[in-house]
Each structure stands twice: as structure tokens, then as C-alpha cells.
């Protein structure tokens, strides 16, 4: 008998998540398709680059899951190649996200390894890295905050909108844990001493 995951189709998941965003249905730019991840995937996933968004869109068309065509607006207007997803293509990310391995995430958290590294950085930079690192989580929730705002609106958009309540949730966490790891560094440092010196 055959691996149930034989049917998926052997594409990179960032294949997926590019014929995924076509899965809503609408017709799409290369453009479009940058600014829906970036208004959606680059929190729990990452945005993909225009580059590797058309090298993905090439690599879906080869594979019969997606068409495209050239649209030529008004004169002085650049023409632009719009991407559709077809049946086949539907069918292939509808497999992939019901039948495809679920890998675990993975945590690649640079401030945190510099932290581990404290002893080699000294106590001003750890707590840079820490305020930093609470600033950038704050910007990124209420920038989801504001995306999910948006989206709010968009009825094919019910799961995307819970993964971005998710981010938000998550960023506002990553703020909280921030502070509190700089609150634990201030603790062990005493009043500004470096215990390393």
C-alpha cells in the first residue's frame, strides 16, 4: 500500500504558500501576491520575495497549477501577467494541507543567542538587544493588529484571519517575554555591575 503523502506533489512549502494565496480565488499580480504576505504569511511564516514569488509562480505553471495571462492596461501603463490557480492546482495545495507532514516549528531566535552570549557582549549591549528586541515584537503586533483590521472585512479570509489573531497574540507575548528577560538581566546584574569583569 502507498504512503498517503505520495500524492502530494514534491514542490517547496514555499510553493505552497504562494499557491495558497491564489487559493482565495482571485486572480492575482505578483504584486497582489507580495503584499497579501506580507499582509499575512511574514507573521508566522515569512513574506517571500518578489524574486522568489515569480520563481514559485514559473515552478506552479510548469507544474499545471496555475495559468497566467498578459494584461495590457492603458496606454503608458506597463502590462502586467495576472496568476490564477487552476482545479488542478486547487486540488494540489487542498492535498498538501490535509495529507503533507506537519513539521515542528523551529526557533531561530538571534537575540536570544546573543543573550546566550552574553558573556562575550557585556551588559549595555545585552540590554540594547532586549529593548530592541521589545520594540520590533510591539511594532510587529500592532502591525498585525492593523492587518487583521483590514482583512476584517474580506469574507474568503476566515482562516487567515485566525493566524493573524495568532500573531498578534504571539508578538504581544514575544514583547512581554522581552521584558521580562531584561527585567531578569537587570536582577542578575545588581545595580549596573558586570559580574564578568
Given at each position: ?5 505520495d ?5 517547496p ?10 487559493s482565495f480565488?482571485a ?9 497579501w504576505?506580507d499582509?499575512s504569511l511574514?507573521y508566522?511564516y515569512?513574506?517571500?520575495s518578489f ?9 506552479l505553471?510548469a507544474?499545471g497549477c496555475?495559468?497566467s495571462?498578459?494584461?495590457?492596461p492603458e ?12 482545479d ?9 494541507a490535509?495529507?503533507a507532514?506537519v ?5 531561530k531566535?538571534?537575540?536570544l ?6 558573556h562575550l557582549t ?12 521589545r ?7 500592532a502591525r ?8 476584517a472585512?474580506?469574507?474568503d ?5 485566525l493566524?493573524?489573531?495568532w ?11 522581552a521584558?521580562?528577560l ?6 542578575m ?6 559580574p564578568l569583569?
Amino acid at each position: 500500500m502507498a504512503d498517503e503523502t505520495d500524492a502530494v506533489l514534491p514542490l517547496p512549502v514555499t510553493s505552497w504558500a504562494v499557491l495558497g494565496l491564489l487559493s482565495f480565488g482571485a486572480e492575482l499580480s505578483g504584486y497582489d501576491l507580495k503584499k497579501w504576505a506580507d499582509a499575512s504569511l511574514r507573521y508566522f511564516y515569512w513574506s517571500p520575495s518578489f524574486s522568489q514569488i515569480y520563481g514559485e509562480l514559473r515552478r506552479l505553471e510548469a507544474a499545471g497549477c496555475a495559468t497566467s495571462r498578459l494584461v495590457r492596461p492603458e496606454a503608458g501603463a506597463r502590462p502586467k501577467r495576472l496568476y490564477r490557480i487552476t482545479d488542478a492546482g486547487l486540488e494540489a495545495v487542498r492535498t498538501w494541507a490535509r495529507e503533507a507532514p506537519v513539521d515542528a516549528p523551529m526557533l531561530k531566535h538571534p537575540p536570544l543567542l546573543r543573550l546566550w552570549l552574553g558573556h562575550l557582549t557585556g551588559p549595555d549591549r545585552l540590554r540594547e538587544t532586549l529593548d530592541a528586541l521589545r520594540l520590533d515584537a510591539e511594532r510587529l503586533r500592532a502591525r498585525a493588529a492593523a492587518d487583521l483590521a483590514l482583512a476584517a472585512g474580506e469574507p474568503d479570509w476566515a482562516f487567515p484571519l485566525l493566524a493573524l489573531r495568532w500573531s498578534e497574540r504571539y508578538y504581544a507575548a514575544q514583547r512581554d517575554l522581552a521584558a521580562g528577560l531584561r527585567a531578569d538581566l537587570d536582577a542578575m546584574l545588581g545595580k549596573g555591575e558586570d559580574p564578568l569583569s
